[in-house]
């Protein structure tokens, strides 16, 4: 079992930044994937970010240049810096867990992010 702990979000004007936190604990594998999703209300939950235990990340198209994510694996904490916000990343943020060729993914309990215009 995986739990993850999400801290950060928060309410910030369009253009503004805000930084989210999410420590794992548990049985953590060494390798593994943590990573960011996100969802609007009455929208489906999308991959905003991820990155694998030996650093390799991806994004969404719509974050590319604004978002960066970055981790410390001796802690298990995964990071998620949002510069230059949009009312459209307004949503609830996730951190999710999982191991490399396992379908289980292990979900923190959210982080309200709101842009306002």
């Known amino acids: 079992q995986v739990q993850l702990v999400e801290s950060g979000g928060g309410l910030v004007q369009a253009g503004g930044s805000l930084r989210l936190s999410c420590v794992a604990s548990?049985?953590?594998?060494?390798?593994?994937?943590m990573g960011w999703y996100r969802q609007a209300p009455e929208k489906e939950r999308e991959r905003v970010a991820t990155?694998?235990?030996?650093?390799?990340?991806t994004y969404v198209d719509s974050v590319k240049g604004r978002f960066t994510i970055s981790r410390d694996n001796a802690k298990n904490t995964v990071y998620l810096q949002m510069n230059n916000l949009k009312p459209e990343d307004t949503a609830v943020y996730y951190c999710?867990?999982?191991?490399?060729?396992?379908?289980?993914?292990?979900w923190g309990q959210g982080t309200q992010v709101t842009v306002s215009s």
């Open positions: 990155m694998s235990s030996g650093g390799t990340t």
């Open positions: 999710g867990y999982w191991r490399f060729g396992s379908t289980v993914k292990y």
């Open positions: 548990g049985t953590i594998f060494r390798n593994n994937f």
